[in-house]
Structure formats: structure tokens, C-alpha cells
């Protein structure tokens, strides 16, 4: 049934709201308008825009024209104006709202009116999720839009405009199936930079060639990605004072991609904090003289600063100009018209105006480099980064030898350059082309920036630490995010399985027959026995599916007997309880068709599956840990893959 009301008026929380998003929105997007239908994103590309180059605000199931209703659209533009998020990552969001809006009209019998943040429900939500799934929408990108509704909803129940809600979404998290075979397994390890590019890269750290200042600079970058596996994006924009010390530990403050938490710390140890703090000094080195002009642009946000000159100048000669602008002899004379000039009456020369030359060096600075007047992202205060204390600036168009350094643009270095630098781009050879660094097969080593993090993760798998440390440690979501990162070799799964039962951290039927073992035989029987690991995001099972299917189909919670449920993971509980909403959907249909199908030994079995799983969630929650331990084996004594010696 749907709901009319009558609608009240806005709240002060959605008014304090809208106010903050209508003054980002100014600073983000000049020029344009926060009511409009629609936003101009061309400007951000340089941000890593892909795609469609319009945020719209319009409905969904119409002919695209008819606006989403302004009591609705105002909070989503606020959200996203604040978010301090990639345009391609505003565009998603806006996609998962504009979904959102479809399920809050349909539940008002399509009364725009009729709508208020205060009657918002969990109804709306889920009716939202609903039409997704109707659409034929793959369930990846219902997942994912699901994703961007919670974080949505989070971000204004935090400001108080609707209360907060548990959210269960029935569309699961969708894995690839190869992750779980071995075959799967070592052909995803091509994403790992081979040991021909870790060596390359560790030789071009330690100044063994020639290289330019700009390209020292990247190399400070890609020594600060291998310490702490950060994302490109979130190196990119680290803060000059990023390194920090408090008490006897080292952290690296950064700003957290693909998330509302604007600003993040992660631990270091004394190795990964030497190799940061080397890096960071070697950084501030090279960009002195970018830092100084970016100080001189950030003092003066709505007038463009003219190094080195008189303000008492009003005119300047067109050698004067070329050498100001760093153009070739003879350049200045292409400006646009709107750059006043003159003949001087007692000589040939042709003389340039300076207010009309600032307003247009100030034009092209808010078009090209509109991270000097806004600053560089959000923090956590609400305040910008000023380019100036952002670690990683250059002078635009800097090592890009056809187009030639701008000496009064300074930028945030960006992640095309850095491609460009580990990968080539068209007619701009990689750094390995460059110095003739190769692979074993005598082609150029060839890399890009996100395998450096799928390397940092996949050695500390390998080396023993868990997933559930991996996880905090990059301050990712789920344990299954881990799973597109570790890339580990057969040998190095059997090292890391063997550390983890050594460690008491896998227990069960193999874990005990290891331990009746005798010391010299346990190795022994690891290396014959533990072949592969599935792991998922509630625990480890040992089985190998290059084999045999997995005798549960992949559904551990049926009462598997080498399940293992840890009760402190949030993570683990909040995706058995999406796996039992979807399951008891699953089961009403069921029942329905036991009612209506002639074919009753299939339907029936069907029917008990589904109740099996119901009640293996259901068992496994109301599991309680014992002792100093807070992972549990709900299903202990029930068969699994492994049978005690005799």
C-alpha cells in the first residue's frame, strides 16, 4: 500500500544542511547553479572523471526530463557537494538516490507532495533495493547502489535529518567463483608486479640513474604506496605533515577513498615509518620552488599574483609577458583579444594591459587549476587542503616536454602522470622504456600504480597476518575486499594455512589430528594433507576445488563442520543476517510454489534447503564463545571434509 501524508515543512536540520552543501557547492562547481536539474562536471576531469560528464537530478522512469522533487534533490546535492568525492564516485551515488526517489513517490501514490524527510522509512529503502532488482539489474550494481543509499542515509542521519536506521539489504555481495580455485588463483597472480619491476623500482629509489626532479618526485610517491598500501588517490593527497609520531608509534594520516570518514590513520612500523619519513623529506625537497608559488596563489584566491613584479606596473612588454607566461620568443602575441594592448607612442613595441592580463591568467587558473582557490580535498573539520600543504604539487604541465612547464600554475599531481611514468602513455615512453630496464623475457617492464597495492597486500598475507588485521589495517569494509588483493601462490596459501593452525587460529578436526601428531610429522602431514584455502568472509575452510566441488555448494552456515563464526566481527554478523533475509525471501516463494506445483519431491527438497540454511544462521547467532576465545565452531561434531586418524 502506499502512503500520503501531509507534508510538513523543512526541518532546521535540513535547512543547516543545505546551507553548508549550497556553500560547498560554490567553491566545487563556479559559475553553475545548486538548483538546477543537472551539474556540469566537466571542470573535475582532471580529478579522474570517467564517463557520463553530467550529475542529473531527474527521474529515472521518465523521459529523463521531469526533475526529482526539490524537498528530496536539495539533500542528495547537499550530500554530495560536502562529500569531498571523485566526480565518478558523486555520479554513482547520485544514481543510487535517484533510485531511491523512484521508491519514495511510488510508496506517496506519486504525490511529490505528500513527501518529507520526517515520514522516511525503512520501507523506502527496501522498496528502493526492489525496483533495482525488477530493473534486471545485475546484482553487482544493485549491491553497489545499495552501498551508495547506505552511505547516503548515514551521511544525513548524522546530521540529523532522518533517524538512524539498521539497513539489511537482500542483494548479497557478489565474488567470483575463480577466487576459490586454485587455477583462478594463479591467473589473477598476473595483477602482481613481477620481481624484474620491484627491483627496477627499488633501483630508481636509490638514485642509481639519472633522473629529473619531477621524476624523483614520482619515485617518492611509489615509496610511499609500498610502506603502507595506500590507494594512488589517497597518496596523491597526503598532507605535508602526513607522518606523525605519538608516543612510541608512528602513524600515516591520509584521506580514506570510498568512504564518508573524510580523514584516517593508519599504524606503521619503525621500517614502513623510515621509508614514509625518507620519502616525505625527499618530497618537500624537490617541490620547494612549486611550494613557494603555490603559498604566493593560495594568499591571493580572487586575484591572480604576478611573481617578481612591481604592483606599481601597469603595462608589460611582450618579452616581458613571454617570459612571465614561460612562452617561446614571440608567443605573447597569441593571447585572446580580451587581453588589452597598445602600441607605445614612442617606439614600435606593443605594450600588454596588467588588469586584463591577470583577469584572464585568473579565468584560466579557476578552469585548469581549481585546487589553489578551493584547496585540494575536504578534512575532517570541514576546511579545504590548501595546495600548499598538500605533500605531492608541481608546476602544471611539468616533464611534459611538448607542451613546457607553467611556471604560475601549480597542481596537484595527478594520477594520469603518474601512469604515464610507470606505463607510458602514446608517443611518452614508461621510465623502464626510458632507461631500458626490462623483463626476463627482454620486453619493457610494464606496471601501473594500483598492483603496487594488490602487492602490499598479498606479502602481508603471505607473511601470516590475518585477514582481520589486513582489514583494519587498510581501514577497508569487509574481509572480502581482501579477496581482489591477495594473490597468493599455492606454496605460499599452504606457508599461511600452516602459520594459522600453528597459532591456534584455525581449529577443528585437522587442526586436532595435527596436534596428536608427532612434532617431526606435523610439517609432513601440512605439506600432504592442506592443499588449498577458501576463504571467505566468515572464516577458513580447507578444501580443494580443483578436486571436487565443495560438498556444502559453497553455503558453509549448513551446518558445515569446519566452520568457524568469529562474534566480535560486525562484518561476519551483519552478512549472515543479509544471507537470512535473502534466504527467507527465497523461502516464501518457495512455500508459495509447494502450493501451487504438481512436481512436489522437488519443490519439497527446495523447501528444506532453504529451511537447513534458515536454521544454520539461526544456530550459529545464538552460538556463545567460551573461555578467552571469541571465535566459536557452531557445528563442532558435525561431519566435515576431515576424519580423525584411527
Not at 591577470?358 to 579565468?363: D, E, P, R, S
Not at 590548501?386 to 608546476?395: G, K, N, R, T, V
Request: a neutral charge.
Amino acid at each position: 500500500m502506499g502512503i500520503v501524508k501531509a507534508a510538513a515543512g523543512p526541518s532546521a536540520a535540513e535547512l543547516a544542511f543545505i546551507e553548508r552543501g549550497n556553500a560547498a557547492f560554490t567553491e566545487l562547481f563556479p559559475g553553475q547553479h545548486f538548483e538546477h536539474s543537472s551539474w556540469d562536471l566537466r571542470h573535475l576531469k582532471g580529478a579522474g572523471l570517467a564517463g557520463d560528464v553530467t550529475l542529473h537530478f531527474t527521474r529515472l522512469k521518465t523521459d529523463g526530463n521531469q526533475p526529482i522533487a526539490t524537498r528530496f534533490a536539495n539533500i542528495v546535492k547537499a550530500y554530495l557537494a560536502t562529500g569531498g568525492k571523485a566526480s565518478g564516485t558523486m555520479s554513482l551515488d547520485a544514481l543510487g538516490c535517484r533510485w531511491l526517489w523512484e521508491a519514495c513517490l511510488e510508496r506517496r501514490a506519486h504525490e511529490e507532495s505528500a513527501f518529507t524527510w520526517q515520514g522516511f522509512t525503512k520501507d523506502d529503502v527496501e522498496r528502493a533495493e526492489e525496483l533495482m532488482i525488477a530493473s534486471d539489474m545485475n546484482s553487482s550494481s544493485v549491491y553497489r547502489r545499495c552501498k551508495n543509499i547506505s552511505l547516503f542515509l548515514r551521511a544525513i542521519s548524522n546530521a540529523g535529518i532522518i533517524a538512524p536506521m539498521e539497513l539489511v539489504f537482500r542483494t548479497p555481495r557478489t565474488d567470483s567463483l575463480d577466487r576459490l580455485t586454485l587455477a583462478g588463483q594463479e591467473a589473477r597472480a598476473d595483477m602482481m608486479p613481477s620481481e624484474e619491476a620491484i627491483h627496477g623500482l627499488a633501483r630508481l629509489f636509490n638514485d642509481e640513474f639519472d633522473l629529473t626532479p619531477f621524476e624523483r618526485l614520482v619515485m617518492c610517491i611509489v615509496a610511499i604506496m609500498f610502506a603502507s598500501g595506500l590507494r594512488i588517490n589517497e597518496t596523491l593527497q597526503l598532507a605535508t605533515n602526513a607522518l606523525r609520531k605519538e608516543g612510541e608509534k608512528f602513524f600515516l594520516y591520509y584521506f580514506k577513498s570510498k568512504s564518508k570518514l573524510r580523514e584516517e590513520k593508519m599504524a606503521l612500523s619503525r621500517k614502513q615509518a623510515n621509508l614514509v619519513d625518507e620519502a616525505i623529506r625527499r618530497a618537500l625537497e624537490l617541490t620547494g620552488p612549486a611550494r613557494k608559488r603555490a603559498m604566493e596563489l593560495v594568499a591571493s584566491p580572487h586575484s591572480f599574483p604576478l611573481p617578481n613584479i612591481d604592483d606599481e606596473k601597469l603595462e608589460f612588454q611582450s618579452e616581458e609577458v613571454d617570459t612571465l607566461l614561460g612562452l617561446a620568443p614571440q608567443s605573447s602575441h597569441k593571447l585572446p583579444p580580451e587581453v588589452l594592448r597598445r602600441r607605445a607612442s614612442n617606439s614600435n613595441r606593443v605594450l600588454f594591459d596588467r588588469a586584463t592580463l591577470q583577469k584572464y591568467l585568473q579565468a584560466r587558473r579557476e578552469k585548469f587549476a581549481l585546487e589553489t582557490t578551493r584547496g585540494v580535498t575536504l578534512r575532517a573539520d570541514g576546511t579545504w587542503l590548501p595546495i600548499d600543504e598538500a605533500l605531492f604539487i608541481s608546476f602544471r604541465y611539468e616533464n611534459n616536454a611538448p607542451r613546457g612547464t607553467d611556471p604560475l600554475l601549480v597542481k596537484l599531481i595527478s594520477q594520469q602522470q603518474i601512469g604515464t611514468f610507470l606505463g607510458g602513455h602514446d608517443d611518452l615512453p614508461s621510465i623502464f622504456e626510458r632507461l631500458n630496464l626490462t623483463e626476463r623475457n627482454g620486453k619493457p617492464i610494464s606496471l601501473n600504480a594500483h598492483q603496487i597495492r594488490h602487492y602490499v597486500t598479498s606479502k602481508a598475507a603471505g607473511a601470516g597476518i590475518s585477514d582481520a588485521h589486513i582489514m583494519r589495517w587498510q581501514r577497508r569494509e569487509h574481509t572480502g575486499d581482501l579477496d581482489a588483493y591477495i594473490h597468493l601462490t599455492k606454496e605460499e596459501r599452504v606457508t599461511r594455512l600452516r602459520e594459522h593452525i600453528k597459532s591456534g587460529r584455525v581449529t577443528g578436526e585437522i587442526a586436532t589430528m595435527y596436534f596428536q601428531l608427532a612434532t617431526d610429522e606435523r610439517d609432513v602431514f601440512l605439506e600432504n594433507v592442506v592443499q588449498a584455502i577458501h576463504v571467505t568472509h566468515l572464516g577458513f575452510c580447507v578444501h580443494d576445488f580443483n578436486t571436487a566441488p565443495c560438498p556444502k555448494a559453497l553455503n558453509c552456515v549448513k551446518r558445515c563442520g569446519s566452520y568457524l563464526h568469529d562474534t566480535t566481527d560486525k562484518q561476519q554478523r551483519n552478512s549472515l543476517l543479509r544471507l537470512k533475509v535473502m534466504n527467507t525471501h527465497a523461502l516464501e516463494d518457495a512455500e508459495r510454489a509447494r502450493k501451487e506445483s504438481t512436481q512436489g519431491a522437488l519443490v519439497e527438497e527446495w523447501v528444506a534447503d532453504l529451511k537447513a540454511t534458515n536454521d544454520g544462521i539461526d544456530q550459529i547467532l545464538r552460538t556463545v564463545p567460551s573461555g578467552d576465545t571469541s571465535v566459536v565452531a557452531p557445528f563442532k561434531g558435525k561431519p566435515s571434509r576431515f576424519e580423525p586418524l584411527e
